[in-house]
C-alpha cells in the first residue's frame, strides 16, 4: 500500500528546528477549556496505529499523563506474588548499534532495560511488535509499495506497580523475619537466665557438699590406723574396692567422688582424664574403708565430660563419668 500521511513536514535548519511547532493561545492568553497544541487520534489501538511516532528522543517539560481513573476499569485485582515475577526479569546495561540502524536515530548513550524477547516469555503483554518504514522518502515521492524492518518494543510503564507490589512482599518478608527474630532472642534470654539459676544452684550444691567432705575427712583421719602411706580402717574388711559416683554430677567448681577400699590394699589412686584418654589430674587416697576425695575441676579450664578411674595396687578397678559446666 503506498504511503499515506495525514502532515507531512519536512524542515532543515542548524539550531532550533521544529517539525512542527504550536502555541495554543488567543492574543498572548491562554485559552480557559479543551486547548490542545498537536490533538491525534489513529482510530484504533491495534497493529501498526499509533497516536505519536518518532525517531530519536521525546521531550516533555511538564509530566506524561496516562489514563488511570476507576470508572474506565474492570475486573480489578491485587498483585499477588509480584516478586516470583521480578525475580525471573534480568535487567542489562547495552549500546544500540546505531550505525547500523541509522535510521531509527536510536541513542548514542548506554541504555538500561530488559530484552524484549526475554520479557515477552514472562510477560508477554508487555512486549509489541513493531513495523518501521524503511523508505518512507522513496514511498511518498515514487508511490511505491512500503517497506518495513520489523522489530520488539517494550511498554515500560506496567513494570512500576509490579514492583511495587514486589518491594511490599519482600517489606512483609522482612517483618516477618524480624519477629522471629525478636522470639528467638527472648527465648535466648530465658535459656541464659535458667542456665545461670541452674549454674548458682550446682555451686551451692557443691560448696555444701565440699563442706561436708571436710568433716567427713578430718573423722577419718582421726579415727584411722597408720599402716606404711595407707590408713587402715577399722570397718574395712575384706569387701572389694569400689568407686561411686561424683555428687554433684553435673559440677561447676568442685564435686565429691566417694569410694571404699579394702583393707589389705597397698596403693590407690584415682585417675582423672578427658574424652581422648588424655590424663588431666591424679588424687592419691591414703585411707582404706569409706572415704570420698574432693575434686576441684577450676584448673581443667575447659568443661565438659571426664572419666575417674580407681586404680588399686596397679589394676584398674571401675572407671566412672562426670561432667562438669561452666
Known amino acids: 500500500m503506498p504511503l499515506a500521511t495525514g502532515v507531512d513536514v519536512d524542515i532543515t535548519g542548524e539550531d532550533d ?3 512542527i511547532k504550536v502555541d495554543a493561545t488567543t492574543n498572548g492568553v491562554s485559552l480557559s477549556d479543551d486547548v490542545y497544541g498537536v490533538y491525534s487520534d489513529p482510530g484504533s ?3 501498526d496505529n499509533w497516536a505519536f511516532y518518532g525517531l530519536g528522543n521525546s521531550y516533555a517539560s511538564g509530566g ?3 489514563t488511570s481513573d476507576k470508572q474506565f476499569k474492570q475486573e480489578i485485582a491485587t498483585l499477588e506474588n509480584a516478586l516470583e515475577v521480578i525475580e525471573q526479569l534480568r535487567p542489562t546495561s547495552y549500546q544500540f548499534k546505531t550505525e547500523e540502524y541509522d535510521l531509527l536515530r536510536l541513542p548514542t548513550e548506554t541504555q538500561y532495560g530488559f530484552i524484549a524477547q526475554e520479557l515477552e516469555e514472562v510477560m508477554p503483554e508487555l512486549v509489541r511488535e513493531v513495523r518501521h518504514v524503511t523508505n518512507y522518502n522513496e514511498a511518498e515521492e515514487n508511490n511505491v509499495e512500503k517497506e518495513y524492518i520489523k522489530f520488539k518494543a517494550v511498554n515500560y510503564t506496567p513494570l512500576i506497580p509490579l514492583l511495587v507490589s514486589a518491594i511490599q ?4 518478608e522482612i ?3 524480624d519477629e522471629e527474630v525478636d522470639q528467638l532472642a527472648t ?3 530465658e535459656l541464659k537466665n535458667q542456665q545461670q539459676q541452674m549454674l548458682k544452684l550446682i555451686e551451692n550444691m557443691s560448696e555444701e557438699m565440699s563442706s561436708i567432705s571436710s568433716c567427713c575427712e578430718l573423722k577419718m583421719q582421726t579415727e584411722g590406723s597408720s599402716l606404711g602411706n595407707i590408713q587402715h580402717s577399722e570397718t574395712g574388711g575384706n569387701q572389694e574396692s569400689k568407686l561411686f559416683q561424683n555428687m554433684p554430677n553435673p559440677f561447676s567448681k568442685t564435686t565429691v567422688i566417694p569410694f571404699y577400699l579394702a583393707n589389705d590394699i597397698r596403693e590407690a589412686i584415682i585417675i582423672i582424664t578427658d574424652l581422648n584418654g588424655q590424663e588431666m589430674d591424679e588424687i592419691r587416697i591414703n585411707t582404706t574403708g569409706s572415704g570420698q576425695v574432693n575434686f576441684n575441676a577450676e584448673q ?11 586404680m588399686v595396687d596397679g589394676k584398674v578397678i571401675e572407671t566412672r563419668k562426670m561432667i562438669q559446666v561452666k
Open 175 to 177: 517483618s516477618s523475619k
Open 64 to 66: 506524561t499523563w496516562q
Open 187 to 189: 527465648e535466648l534470654e
Open 45 to 47: 489501538t491495534a497493529g
Open 300 to 310: 581443667l579450664n575447659s568443661g565438659g565430660q571426664f572419666f575417674y578411674t580407681l
Open 17 to 19: 528546528v521544529y517539525g
Open 169 to 172: 512482599e519482600q517489606q512483609s
